[in-house]
């Protein structure tokens, strides 16, 4: 080993730390899906709570049954609160919950001990609850089909294109807008009271209630620019044939835009904060 | 930098800023509109230098900075001002070849699994570290067989005695082989004959990879057992560094002689022979200096009915008490002594 005086030999480059993350993806998701397993009861319980969409569509069932709301009638609003359920089941993961109680309570110096990006690892272990969530939700999602089949993504192969890849961009989407908040405990001790607010705005805009087409007009107009519809409602859209090809498209590219800034705002966010954290405990 | 060090610390400082407030919800009212913080100076100007291999006890009293340093070194904190290296990284930058380049454990924190096997763990470590799998089996295989933990790697992480996690969590720690071991209380909670069990380890461990280890533990035992050097900090400062037996004798230079009876003495005579520690109907303990150690024993040994007898160097619980409350006294360590090079016979404080 060589003193002070040796120069350190030049950092590994990121393709390279990349490639170390890539081996070890594998092995953190079998990791993953395994504590999944051993916690299956309170997840499908948990997973379960998910409930709001069935309690509008009963409302809008009831209000669609006088005549249609602009383009849905009660089998639209039907097939859309189902698209509704399935994506946001999917799609939805809270690692803000568990980075800002790591960053709070000093258990995230262990993380940071690893060679491999802690948020990498954070990624791991929320992606590798997807396969028991796509299993829980297959019920809805036959439910679906058999009775939405004739508005299914307009039986185009290229919206089910879009479909797949705007569901990979909702979830990453999603999760770097928790890593976001998750790592703003970092400098205030209330990061999760500004994601209860961002929960409050989240549910209107992202047509977790109310489908967005149904908002009054200046509020549409917002959600048509902001984020969230992008996390939840476009890929509902496409899914339940809202939206034809060319309309599709245009989201998605705005959607992976929106990927994009948030993953480099979370990683800006965490990379300040580092340097504050304090690892109190841990 | 001496060429062997494999750690070096150079006059580290690293503050907190943490927010106070009085108790009452007035004050936590006030609080909302006008937040105080006050600077908390957690290591001050702090510097030393371990080599490759080499054992050292880091000792202090509660909320000396112990801690903190060993964060620091480990990468975890940031230093508010000084410069430390740990090889040729900075520790800070977090490096992944520093990261694997050492390992901390802290006796009351866990990187295990809680709901899975430790085989588990090591599986994910195995990942991260990117450790061929040969190589990464041999190493659980050897470390398994060492801590004699068997089929417990087995066994839900949550289904196991604290000793036993313990054990399993130093496997998951050195599992990519560290060169240089920060160790927090790893024996803290644990029964007699595990904490003996651990000593044996780390030194193992020690000597078979050439690691170097910084060792803090309030068990005076694991000190004595594993290092031969003692860095002592105290409100941040450094007070002492160099070799521990020189220390003992420095600060209590009499001799601890134990000596069994066969039947009750009266204690006018065992004054006589030094100062009397304690002194029950079957055992008296006498502190005796060194200088007359050998006349006293000759003399104890003619007048008393000595069953047994023994000679100790002061338990170090009594040495590191007297070094605390020397420092306290202001003789030096908290207005800071020039923290120079390593002195194995003098103590700052």
């Known amino acids: 080993m060589t003193g002070a005086g040796t120069s350190t030999p030049a950092r590994p480059g990121f393709a390279s730390e990349l490639g170390r993350a890539a081996r070890a993806f594998p092995t953190l998701l079998r990791i993953g899906v395994s504590e999944v397993v051993a916690y299956r009861a309170e997840f499908v319980v948990w997973i379960l709570t998910t409930n709001m969409p069935l309690v509008m569509l009963a409302i809008w069932h009831a209000v669609a049954a006088d005549g249609p709301v602009g383009r849905f009638d009660q089998k639209a609003f039907t097939a859309y609160y189902l698209g509704v359920l399935a994506v946001r089941l999917l799609t939805s993961n809270w690692a803000v919950w568990q980075l800002s109680m790591e960053i709070r309570d000093g258990t995230l110096s262990a993380k940071l001990l690893r060679p491999i990006h802690p948020i990498i690892a954070l990624c791991a272990d ?150 504050r954290f304090s690892a109190f405990g841990g | 930098m001496p060429p062997d060090a494999l750690i070096d610390v150079r006059d580290l400082s690293k503050s907190y800023r943490v927010h106070k407030r009085p108790p009452g919800i007035g004050a936590a ?80 924190k866990q990187q295990l699994l809680w709901d899975l096997p430790p085989s588990d763990t090591y599986a994910m470590n195995r990942a991260i570290y990117d450790i061929p799998r040969a190589q990464a089996d041999d190493t659980v295989r050897a470390l398994v067989e060492l801590l004699e933990i068997g089929d417990l790697v ?44 651990m000593r044996d380890f780390i030194r193992d461990y020690n000597e078979r990879y050439g690691a170097a280890v910084l060792l803090t533990s309030h068990y005076m035992d694991d000190v004595v057992a594993l290092c031969p050097r003692v860095v002592v900090i105290d409100h941040g400062r450094l007070i002492y560094d160099g070799d521990l037996q020189a220390l003992a004798r420095r600060m209590r230079p009499d001799k601890r002689l134990t000596v069994r009876l066969s039947r009750t003495v009266e204690r006018a005579d065992l004054e006589k022979l030094g100062t009397v520690v304690s002194a029950d109907a079957a055992q008296a303990v006498l502190s005796v200096p060194s200088v007359r150690l050998q006349a006293v024993v000759r003399d104890a040994l003619a007048a008393l009915p000595i069953v047994d007898l023994t000679i100790e160097e002061a338990p170090l619980e009594e040495v590191m008490r007297e070094l605390f409350g020397a420092a306290a006294k202001g003789n030096g360590s908290t207005n800071g002594p020039p923290n120079g090079p390593r002195d194995d016979a003098h103590a700052h404080g």
């Open chain 1, 126 to 275: 929320h992606l590798s609850a997807v396969p028991m969530r796509a299993a829980v939700i297959s019920p809805v999602v036959a439910i679906l089909i058999w009775s939405g089949w004739d508005r299914l993504l307009r039986h185009d192969v290229v919206l089910l294109l879009v479909l797949l890849a705007s569901l990979v961009g909702a979830w990453l989407l999603i999760f770097f807008a928790m890593v976001l908040m998750g790592s703003l405990a970092f400098f205030v001790e209330s990061a999760l009271g500004i994601f209860e607010l961002w929960i409050g705005i989240h549910a209107i805009l992202s047509g977790y209630l109310v489908p967005l087409e149904a908002l009054p007009r200046w509020l549409r107009g917002a959600a048509d620019v902001l984020p969230f519809r992008f996390m939840l409602g476009f890929p509902v859209e496409t899914l339940v044939g809202l939206l034809d090809r060319h309309a599709a498209l245009r989201a998605l590219g705005a959607q992976w835009g929106y990927v994009a800034l948030a993953a480099l705002a979370a990683l800006g966010v965490w990379r300040a904060g580092l340097r």
């Open chain 2, 154 to 197: 087995n066994k839900p992480t949550r289904q196991l005695s604290l000793g036993e996690r313990m054990k399993c969590e130093l496997v998951a720690a050195l599992l990519h082989r560290p060169r240089v071991l920060f160790l927090d209380e790893p024996t803290i909670g644990l029964d007699v004959s595990m904490q003996a069990k």
């Open chain 2, 29 to 108: 009212l006030k609080s909302v509109l006008r937040r105080r913080y006050e600077l908390v100076k957690a290591v001050e100007g702090l510097s030393f230098q371990i080599a490759e291999g080499e054992r050292v006890g880091f000792l202090g009293p509660n909320g000396a900075g112990k801690t903190t340093t060993l964060k620091v070194l480990a990468g975890l904190l940031h230093p508010t001002s000084g410069a430390v290296r740990v090889g040729t990284f900075v520790p800070q930058e977090r490096d992944p070849r520093f990261l694997q380049l050492i390992t901390l454990v802290m006796g009351q």
